[in-house]
Nanobody, 121 residues
Framework: QLMESGGGSVPTGGSLRLSCSAS????????MAWFRQPPGKEREAVAS???????NYADSLEGRFTISEDKALHTLYLQLNRLKPEDTAIYYC?????????????????WGQGTQVTVSA
């Protein structure tokens, strides 16, 4: 079970840290990832963490976001910095029991309920 938290409303340039509590899914066995769905658009990949610790980010983020984990707490994080209005979206964490995070959304079999991030101009 995955549960996100930490969303909110911030002005342009602000920061947020999203958390994803993963009960039963640990990064030693599961690839963990963050996705987002902007209003009226399709869900898109943001960042991922492979079982071996390899991280990947969407090219469009320009280095503003950082994915990390606390293995002891079974929690995945996404630090969002220098936020822009176009970052406004529902952010989801996802997991799949595989060593490498897949590209396709339909290959993830665990999803959280999402947390809203709103960035005002």
């Amino acid at each position: 079970q995955l549960m996100e938290s930490g969303g909110g409303s911030v002005p342009t340039g602000g920061s947020l840290r999203l958390s994803c509590s993963a009960s039963g899914a640990t990064s030693t066995s599961y690839c963990m990832a963050w996705f987002r769905q902007p209003p009226g658009k399709e869900r898109e990949a943001v960042a991922s963490l492979d079982v071996d610790g390899t991280v990947n980010y969407a090219d469009s983020l320009e280095g503003r976001f950082t994915i990390s984990e606390d293995k002891a707490l079974h929690t995945l994080y996404l630090q969002l910095n220098r936020l822009k209005p176009e970052d406004t979206a529902i952010y989801y964490c996802a997991a799949v029991r595989f060593w490498r995070c897949p590209d396709r959304l339909d290959q993830y079999n665990f999803w959280g309920q999402g947390t809203q991030v709103t960035v005002s101009a």
